[in-house]
Nanobody, 126 residues
């Protein structure tokens, strides 16, 4: 049974940093994609970043390029989202998701993912 456990959210001041973790278990295939999504109040859930399990191909939405970094620890089956230079507009509930047939060119799309972890609140405020 696939399970994704998210941790690492919290309150941080503008310009600060946070790292989110997504610990995965129950996967039976070597290839999968882990994506990070976020949803702010009153807005749709949107893709933030994603990474493939085997060759480490990555995706970033434009608003986080240069500030966020996604990485993976294959031994721990954990994907991290390192968030730097955080802005108030990064405030949202962050989710991780796993997809097993995800098209690389569509890594930002919600419909490319099969399993979802619980959300974690990230609040950027002074």
């Amino acid at each position: 049974q696939v399970q994704l456990v998210v941790s690492g959210g919290g309150l941080v001041q503008p310009g600060g940093s946070l790292t989110l973790s997504c610990a995965a278990s129950g996967f039976i295939t070597e290839y999968y994609v882990i994506g990070w999504f976020r949803q702010a109040p009153g807005k749709e859930r949107g893709g933030v970043s994603a990474i493939t399990s085997t060759d480490g191909n990555t995706y970033y939405t434009d608003s986080v390029k240069g500030r966020f970094t996604i990485s993976r620890d294959r031994a721990k089956n954990t994907v991290y989202l390192h968030m730097n230079s955080l802005k108030p507009e990064d405030t949202a509930v962050y989710y991780c998701a796993a997809g097993f047939g995800t098209i690389l060119s569509a890594m930002s799309r919600i419909d490319q993912y099969d399993y979802w972890g619980q959300g974690t609140q990230v609040t950027v405020s002074s």
